[in-house]
């Protein structure tokens, strides 16, 4: 059972470099979202895609960008990289927008130097 | 807006005890959700359990169950006989029908079981 699958686990980037990344899911889920967490705060949503072909806006969609690229991808790419975007991405599906639960992947921890 | 409020950036608990982690949250809409979720020193977030605001009893989940005080706004998280694999931290969160069905997190409470 793959579930929410990231790639990758870690990388380490210099200021204004740019990378994406990926997320998957094969739960056949119709709602995506990209989170960050930060030490000693809870995650914050980045975007969110609440159905193949939607993208909106989260809380911290600053310096990212995203793409449904169908209903199973879900992928977060940095422009131009900032020491501010240091952080532990997380990527999260669910049912739908209003399900009880996301499933969430192991995360990608980002570097920027 | 909506917020979410955990005050108790640290907990400890004896092991086979119960404890109670707080999680107070503000929001305007007739309908939401609340969740709990776990994060082991791993890095992955767990799943622990749902409360829909409509929902009539307290939910419950094995160990866990949440005890929802609406005209408090509390949704406190309760782990009954806890276990040394229960040390972890644990978060809130919330989602509302206002600005899309975005979910909010609280920041965390670390929980350490004592053995």
């Known amino acids: 059972n793959a579930g929410v699958t990231q790639t990758p686990k870690f990388q380490v980037l210099k200021t204004g470099q740019s990378m994406t990344l990926q997320c998957a899911q094969d739960?056949?889920?119709?709602?995506m979202y990209w989170y960050r967490q930060d030490p000693g705060m809870g995650l914050r949503l980045i975007y969110y895609?609440?159905?193949?072909?939607?993208?909106d806006k989260g809380e911290v969609p600053n310096g990212y960008n995203v793409s449904r690229l169908n209903k199973r991808e879900f992928s977060l790419r940095l422009e131009s990289a900032a020491p501010s975007q240091t952080s532990v991405y997380f990527c999260a599906s669910s049912p739908g927008l209003v399900a009880e639960t996301q499933y969430f992947g192991p995360g990608t921890r980002l570097l920027v130097l | 807006a909506q917020k979410i409020t955990q005050t108790q950036p640290g907990m400890f608990v004896q092991e086979k005890e119960a404890v109670t982690l707080d999680c107070t949250y503000d929001?305007?809409?007739?309908?939401?959700?609340l969740f709990w979720y776990k994060q082991p020193s791993s890095g992955e977030m767990i799943f622990l359990i749902y409360q829909g605001s409509y929902d009539q009893q307290n939910a419950t989940e094995g160990r866990y169950s949440l005890n929802f005080q609406k005209a408090r706004k509390s949704a406190n998280l309760v782990i009954s006989a806890s276990q040394l694999g229960d040390s972890a931290m644990y978060f809130c969160a919330m989602r509302g029908h206002t600005g899309g069905f975005k979910t909010i997190f609280g920041a965390g409470t670390r929980l350490f079981v004592k053995a």
């Open positions: 739960m056949n889920h119709n709602s």
């Open positions: 929001t305007s809409d007739p309908s939401y959700g």
């Open positions: 895609s609440a159905s193949e072909g939607t993208t």
